[in-house]
């Protein structure tokens, strides 16, 4: 019901977004497809993603952000998997109505997000193409949980931002439950 779409280069070198993707794994309902584990040399199975998307009622994509954007093999699997006359234009309603949470984190922290900061613009900034990625394919947009500055987070900190997240998946999964 939930498609946790996970993608991180390095999964076992990952701090933040493993802690995050630890404290969701088991919420009721949650599939997880890591990326990079499924694809390590990019060759998505097309049919294989589509499906696990038209099982899904929510679509959550959870990485690190590599130069203001997803990592490569997420964009390649936009690129491969929401296609037209499926996802979008003429009878692409494959994902209408479904729920789109994007979880990302950051090296920076929010001051380096801002005019005096080495990323300049605020963070609201980067967010439009994924989002309107969901919005072109007539998903639901969620606001997002981007956790910011994730290197200098501590365990404790990282821990209570997985609950958060946690607590977000288990009230969408009620949300399109009461709705179905
Ligand atoms: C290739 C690369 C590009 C990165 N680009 C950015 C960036 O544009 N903005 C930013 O804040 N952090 C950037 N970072 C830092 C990562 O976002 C950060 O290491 C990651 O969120 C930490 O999550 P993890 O512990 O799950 O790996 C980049 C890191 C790498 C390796």
């Not at 019901?1 to 933040?16: E, G, I, K, T, W």
């Not at 929010?110 to 919005?135: N, W």
Request: glycine share 8%; with cysteine.
């Amino acid at each position: 019901m939930l498609l946790l779409v996970f993608a991180h280069p390095y999964p076992d070198r990952s701090r933040a977004n493993l802690a995050l993707l630890r404290a969701v794994e088991d919420v009721e309902g949650v599939e997880v497809r890591s990326l990079y584990d499924l694809y390590p040399a990019f060759d998505i199975d097309v049919p294989a993603e589509q499906e696990a998307l038209a099982r899904a009622r929510v679509v959550i994509w959870q990485h690190p952000i590599y130069w203001y954007a997803p990592p490569s093999l997420l964009k390649h699997w936009f690129d491969k998997v929401l296609l037209r006359g499926w996802a979008y234009g003429e009878g692409g309603d494959a994902l209408r109505g479904k729920r789109c949470l994007w979880v990302a984190t950051t090296g920076g922290e929010p001051a380096a997000y801002g005019p005096d900061g080495m990323h300049r613009l605020p963070f609201s900034h980067y967010v439009p193409p994924v989002e309107q990625t969901a919005r072109f394919c007539q998903m639901g947009w969620e606001e997002p949980i981007i956790v910011q500055g994730s290197h200098r987070l501590s365990d404790e900190e990282l821990a209570a931002m997985g609950r958060e997240y946690r607590r977000r998946l288990e009230q969408l999964r009620r949300d399109v439950e009461a709705a179905s």
